[in-house]
């Protein structure tokens, strides 16, 4: 009788544990690979970067309304190290948001170190740029604007017009083609809405998204070759000049002597 009665916790036990696991089989019982992960566990380089820059810069680093990541040029004048610092802190100016926790996001450093690493491992491509002699990627140089509309005029008038206005299609024709753009460039509510550094990027990096080359193939035909720093500077300078110089507030008729790339005053 007494064996009886050891034996039948045991079995009591044994019951409980195939109810229990029969419960884990039940209708609404999350299964194992449906549990939710920590934020600050995700390290795949392509679910951080759907999750927290897809929507700016667009699907596969392209695409997107602001500058495409997915650009050897820009990745190669870039490096690490200021990718690393802009991705964790934001760019002063532009809608660019800090990611890193230490900076008011919501990424851990590892995080950060992932997206940084999976962008250039994704879409860089060293090996085209080896000989290349690379521009800063920022520069505190002021820029010569009156030089910087001689270098607009030869390096860019063929895509956005020898005043920055745009290439409007003629009459009967369909949308510009070729690479040129009918957008101006020199909208103050355009420059309103990004930085001198964000210019220089455009510049240096181009839009591959776009078609639209990098620096060191906007000068074609005799006397060829790729854009200095310092025209690179004086073009920053002639756009930013367009600047309104209170974004927001209406324009003043003292904006009508804005210098134009003709010499003309800009009404």
């Given at each position: 009788m007494k064996s009886c009665f050891k034996v039948f916790p045991v079995l009591a036990l044994g019951a409980a544990a195939l109810v229990c696991l029969g419960c884990k089989s039940m209708p609404g019982y999350p299964k194992q690979e449906a549990e939710v992960v920590r934020p600050e566990e995700v390290l795949d380089f392509t679910t951080l970067y759907?999750?927290?820059?897809?929507?700016?810069?667009?699907?596969h680093g392209r695409n997107g309304a602001a500058l495409p990541l997915n650009n050897p040029?820009?990745?190669?004048?870039?490096?690490?190290?200021?990718?690393?610092?802009i991705t964790a802190k934001g760019m002063h100016?532009?809608?660019?948001?800090?990611?890193?926790?230490?900076?008011?996001?919501?990424?851990?450093?590892?995080?950060?170190?992932?997206?940084?690493?999976?962008m250039l491992r994704e879409w860089s491509k060293p090996a085209e740029f080896a000989g290349a002699v690379l521009p800063p990627y920022a520069s505190n140089a002021a820029g010569n604007a009156a030089e910087g509309q001689k270098a607009f005029v030869a390096a860019c008038s063929r895509c956005h017009g020898a005043d920055g206005t745009g290439v409007k299609p003629t009459a009967g024709t369909s949308p510009v083609q070729n690479g040129a753009s009918p957008d101006s460039v020199v909208d103050p509510t355009y420059l309103a809405l990004v930085s001198n550094q964000s210019l220089r990027s455009?510049?240096?990096?181009?839009?591959?998204?776009?078609?639209?080359p990098d620096w060191r193939?906007?000068?074609?035909?005799?006397?060829?070759?790729?854009?200095?720093?310092?025209?690179i500077d004086d073009i920053?300078?002639?756009?930013?000049?367009?600047?309104?110089?209170?974004?927001?507030?209406?324009?003043?008729?003292?904006?009508?002597?804005?210098?134009?790339?003709?010499?003309?005053e800009i009404k």
């Open positions: 759907q999750q927290n820059c897809s929507g700016c810069h667009g699907d040029a820009y990745l190669a004048v870039i490096g690490a190290g200021n990718l690393r610092t100016g532009t809608l660019m948001p800090p990611f890193a926790r230490s900076a008011g996001g919501t990424l851990t450093d590892q995080q950060i170190e992932v997206l940084v690493q999976g455009l510049i240096i990096g181009g839009r591959p998204d776009e078609n639209v193939s906007y000068i074609t035909g005799p006397g060829a070759h790729a854009l200095t720093p310092q025209e920053v300078a002639w756009l930013a000049a367009h600047r309104a110089p209170a974004p927001g507030e209406p324009m003043s008729n003292t904006s009508s002597n804005t210098p134009s790339a003709t010499g003309k």
